[in-house]
Every structure is written in structure tokens, then in C-alpha cells.
């Protein structure tokens, strides 16, 4: 087997064919567009839970910042949703490739200065800053083969789209 099996293959080119077919029309819009919302409540003290497509992902703060440590802190679990998006898009760029690959890993690291909250000319902006993506991958394909297929899964991991791209964000307030 390779890295993924022949499940995995069959329902990504099923995927593939469809949205082929059906496009940018009614149809296509109907089946892959797809509107993602996210709930986050407290458990206890900063020790909060988002419920995602039946599953539950809980983050927290460290017990030197008031927290339980319960969990990973929310910024460490974005890069964790990077680095995870960029695994899964390689296994599945390389295993369609039709290249020999037998393993392939992702590194993600980032710098995240926290003195961002003082008020200060010198602060930084927050949230993370230089992000660096280290690749591993086991393979006796040519080296031009890889980089190219790792600069495909780099410009077409939605993770990484998201990060690279300005938002609007929209607030909405509802007092109760």
C-alpha cells in the first residue's frame, strides 16, 4: 500500500470527477460550497470546547496563565490545523502523482512574540510571525519531482490558502 489505501484514492477521484462535471453551475454549488460554523463555550475557567462535525476539540490555557492545561492553547492548535492540512494534502498529491514515496512529514514552527498586549511603539502585531514548513519526505524520485509536487500541495492547501489571504471579519453582538 502506499501512503494512502485504494479507498482514499477511489473517493477523491469520485470527488474530483463530480466536481468536474457540475462546476461553478447550481449543481456544483449545491454539492461544494459549504458554509462552516463553529460554536466555542466555557468549561471551566479558560478552559473552553468547540463541537465540529460531531467531534469536540478543546483548548486551554497553560496553569501559568490562570488555565487547567487541560489542552493545547489555540494558537499551538493552528498550527497543528496546518500542519495536519499539509500531511493530508502531500499523501494525497503524492500518492496521485504516481510517484514512489513511502513516507512523507511536515514540520511547521512559527514565532509568536506575546508582549504584543503592551501598549508600547515597539509591540508587535500579534499572532504568528515567519512561518516555516520543513518537509520530509523518504523517496528515490528525483528531487525536481518532489519539489514540484510539494509546490503544488503549498498552493493548493486551503489551510495555507487561509493564512496567506486577507479577511473581513463581521462582528455580531447579541446580548441576552
Request: glycine fraction near 6%; charged fraction near 25%.
Amino acid at each position: 500500500m502506499g501512503l494512502v489505501n485504494d479507498e482514499v484514492i477511489e473517493a477523491y477521484s469520485k470527488r474530483f470527477k463530480l466536481m468536474q462535471e457540475r462546476g461553478f453551475t447550481a449543481a456544483g454549488k449545491e454539492e461544494f460550497l459549504e458554509k462552516i460554523t463553529v460554536e466555542s463555550r466555557q468549561v471551566e475557567n479558560l478552559h473552553v470546547r468547540c463541537a465540529i462535525d460531531g467531534f469536540k476539540i478543546d483548548s486551554d490555557e497553560p496553569e501559568h496563565l490562570g488555565g487547567s492545561n487541560k489542552a493545547a492553547r489555540p494558537m499551538v492548535q493552528l498550527l497543528a490545523a496546518l500542519a495536519n492540512c499539509l500531511q493530508i494534502s502531500a499523501m494525497l498529491y503524492f500518492s496521485f502523482s504516481g510517484m514512489h514515496v513511502d513516507s512523507v512529514r511536515v514540520k511547521v514552527s512559527s514565532t509568536h512574540d506575546k508582549r504584543f498586549v503592551i501598549n508600547h511603539p515597539d509591540a508587535p502585531d500579534p499572532g504568528f510571525h515567519d512561518i516555516t514548513i520543513t518537509w520530509m519526505v523518504e523517496t528515490g524520485e528525483p528531487r525536481s519531482k518532489v519539489f514540484k509536487v510539494i509546490r503544488k500541495i503549498e498552493q493548493n492547501c486551503p489551510v495555507k490558502a487561509t493564512f496567506s489571504r486577507g479577511h473581513h471579519f463581521l462582528s455580531e453582538i447579541k446580548i441576552t
